[in-house]
């Protein structure tokens, strides 16, 4: 994801850039609020970040950011287990700022996250949530999922919801990745064994 990010930096021509990644639906409205908030923001904000709803955890996040380039491309992405912390601190150090939408005004929301899963992407990304709260101490919203993934899969019996709990199970009890970014080009081990315990349909 790092380098994915770096890209950004590289190739934008423009005095914002929206990062969007596959798994964001915006609303038709949302390019043009979140230029317009930047816009009004004095020169020391590098990123303006407002909330989406995401429709797994069912709850509001932050998730879509426009960023000013001329700060950004200052502070390239570290290869980090959480290369957007690492980058935003970094910039915190140098005076510059991040602002957020509060998450408890919906009427921020400028968009949905997290709304298509397979039981692959969905049990990566439980899996990975929970590596990150255990190895960097922090997310701890993501704490009370481990038991209410399970009982939504009781609930459901959804296979997609199935790995979910299975990936939020791998992230709490498995050996912790390296703090470097993970390729999710390359094949999970761990959804691969447990595919032949609970057979995809």
């Known amino acids: 994801m790092a ?22 639906i915006l609303y038709p409205h ?3 609020e979140l230029r317009r908030k930047i816009s009004a923001t004095p020169p020391n904000v590098a990123i303006y970040c407002a909330t989406l709803w995401d429709c797994d955890a069912e709850m509001f996040l932050y998730g ?11 502070f390239p992405y570290a290869n980090s287990m959480s290369c957007e912390t690492e980058q935003i601190a970094r910039m915190k150090d140098k005076g510059y700022t991040v602002e957020l939408h509060a998450l408890e005004e919906p009427d921020g929301c400028l968009g949905e996250h997290g709304k298509h899963y397979t039981p692959e992407t969905i049990f990566k990304r439980w899996q990975r949530m929970f590596q990150k709260h255990r190895a960097l101490r922090r997310n701890h919203w993501v704490r009370p999922y481990a038991k209410s993934l399970m009982e939504r899969y009781a609930r459901t019996g959804s296979q997609v ?9 791998a992230g709490i009890s498995g050996e912790l990745p390296p703090d470097e970014e993970v390729d999710f080009r390359q094949s999970n081990e ?11 349909d």
């Open 190 to 200: 761990v959804f691969e064994r447990l595919k032949g315990f609970f057979p995809l």
């Open 161 to 169: 919801h199935l790995y979910a709990a299975l990936g939020a199970i």
């Open 3 to 24: 380098a994915a990010f770096q890209q950004m930096q590289e190739r934008c021509r423009t005095t914002w850039y929206v990062q969007v990644d596959e798994d964001m």
């Open 64 to 74: 879509v950011k426009i960023y000013r380039t001329d700060v950004v491309r200052q």
């Open 30 to 32: 949302a390019i043009a």
